[in-house]
């Protein structure tokens, strides 16, 4: 391994900023990495914080890149579909893809950054810097002024990469001192989160199937609930922030339970501490990041801090570990010249990360009110029987985000195509029952294939 002179500061010791950190220093660099809260590893997260993500095959593409999928493997919990809870408590499972195989995997957000910081320090070329908080940027003279127990500190740089999240202080001041403010937004939903907490049983058993990833949809709002290693589930509770049903109408214990034993019955006798959680926990905002110009100078944004999507499609940590593979091929096959990185991992993934920013805004619909249409699981049957037939032409597009690493843009176009064409298949078939027979195979291939160029799969 050549070592590398130039002087990299990543801003943020998240997932993204731990993976790219350790993705760097295998290939040589020395890399400085600061972050504004304690290390986790040493101090437990605050209550209210996701402690679990869904881990999908763009995510465990880059983890294998890294040389770490395997480390990885003990913290995962495959989740093969989603378990429907309707309001009368029976439950359904929906795969999420036509195989078997086909699965996405809850993991411990601690225990993946916790790995990640590891590996990164193992390789004696990183060093993280924790509670430090960034209170300025210096575009021109490549300096980063932090503070750290009442101290200023001064860091210089020569390429600093920020992965501090959606609420980027890099972006934040790329934005001031822009001539072009409105090429940085963030656009909040009306919608937002709590999170509650779902024990173990007395025997510290899973009280629910542990290999799906559970969800109660109430059409303008919905709860979900993905296991943990240890025997619990987290639960999230999406509403509207004002309304009927809403974070601002539930303000009681008698509106919370209220709601609870009409809409989620089958569920509230197991959470054990639902007024503690509700009432104590913080109610999350939800929003998109979208960015026009993703770097200043030798200042370059990766991850939420680029491109904050809601999680309804589960990608953010997906598409913000998409992001690290790119900066390691851009520098790849472009001998290690810094010069033309910024740019070229901007033109690669922009496209890409604005398309998954609006297919998560959509799956939030599908997610708490399509799943309750027959004729979205008529559809859904169809689009298996399809990709089966033809799968070099037709996957569906959860399939194509989740399950393989087609790119967000050509997911999102190809899909609206076979939403076309699922709607004109599917407009006189009335139940799943019997679904081979109710397809004229011979008439979907012609649409098909003239409407679609073959897949060409990202290796």
């Known amino acids: ?93 929906q795969r999420y893809g036509s195989r078997e195989t086909e699965a996405i995997y809850s993991v411990s957000r601690a225990g993946l950054v916790s790995l990640l910081r590891d590996e990164a320090e193992a390789t004696g070329m990183v060093t993280f810097y924790f509670e430090h908080t960034c209170k300025n940027i210096d575009f021109i003279a490549n300096r980063c002024q932090f503070n750290f127990q009442d101290a200023d500190l001064f860091i210089d740089f020569d390429y600093l990469l920020a992965c501090d999240g959606a609420g980027s202080v890099a972006r934040g001041l790329m934005q ?106 913080p109610t999350g905002q939800l929003g998109t990041v979208r960015c026009r110009r993703w770097y200043q100078s030798n200042v370059l944004l990766l991850g939420d801090a680029a491109h904050a999507v809601v999680p309804f499609h589960a990608q953010g940590m997906n598409a913000g570990f998409e992001d690290c593979v790119a900066v390691m091929d851009v520098l790849h096959h472009n001998n290690h010249d810094w010069s033309v990185l910024f740019e070229t991992v901007q033109m690669v993934r922009q496209d890409n990360t604005n398309a998954i920013a609006d297919m998560s805004l959509e799956n939030y619909i599908e997610m708490r009110a399509s799943v309750n249409d027959p004729q979205f699981h008529i559809k859904k049957q ?47 078939i009335q139940s799943t029952d019997n679904i081979e027979f109710a397809i004229d195979f011979d008439h979907a291939e012609r649409l098909i294939k003239g409407s679609l160029s073959p897949i060409v799969q990202v290796q």
């Open 176 to 281: 001031q001192q822009t001539q072009h403010p409105d090429d940085f937004s963030r656009e909040l939903l009306d919608h937002a989160y709590k999170e509650l907490h779902l024990p173990p049983d007395t025997k510290g058993d899973f009280q629910l199937p542990q290999n799906a990833l559970h969800v109660w949809p109430r059409n303008d709002y919905m709860m979900i609930g993905l296991p943990n290693p240890g025997g619990d589930f987290t639960l999230t509770l999406f509403m509207p922030k004002t309304g009927p049903v809403s974070f601002a109408s539930i303000d009681s214990k008698e509106a919370l339970h209220a709601l609870f034993d009409q809409q989620f019955a089958d569920i509230k006798p197991l959470i054990r501490d639902l007024q503690v959680d509700y009432f104590n926990n």
């Open 1 to 93: 391994m050549t070592e590398r002179s130039q002087n990299i500061v990543i801003l943020g010791a998240g997932l993204v900023g731990s993976l790219q950190a350790l993705m760097l220093a295998q290939q040589g660099y020395q890399v400085r990495v600061y972050d504004k809260l304690p290390d986790i590893r040493r101090q437990s997260m605050s209550a209210g914080r996701s402690i679990n993500l869904a881990l999908a095959s763009r995510g465990r593409h880059a983890l294998a890149q890294a040389g770490v999928l395997e480390q990885t493997e003990a913290l995962l919990i495959p989740m093969h579909g989603r378990m429907l809870h309707n309001q009368q408590g029976e439950q359904k499972l």
């Open 382 to 428: 169809v689009a298996f029987a399809l990709e089966q037939r033809w799968p070099d032409y037709f996957i569906p597009r959860y399939s194509m985000v989740m399950f393989h690493r087609v790119p967000y843009a050509e997911a999102y176009a190809r899909g609206r195509v076979q939403a076309r064409l699922l709607e004109h298949l599917c407009r006189d």
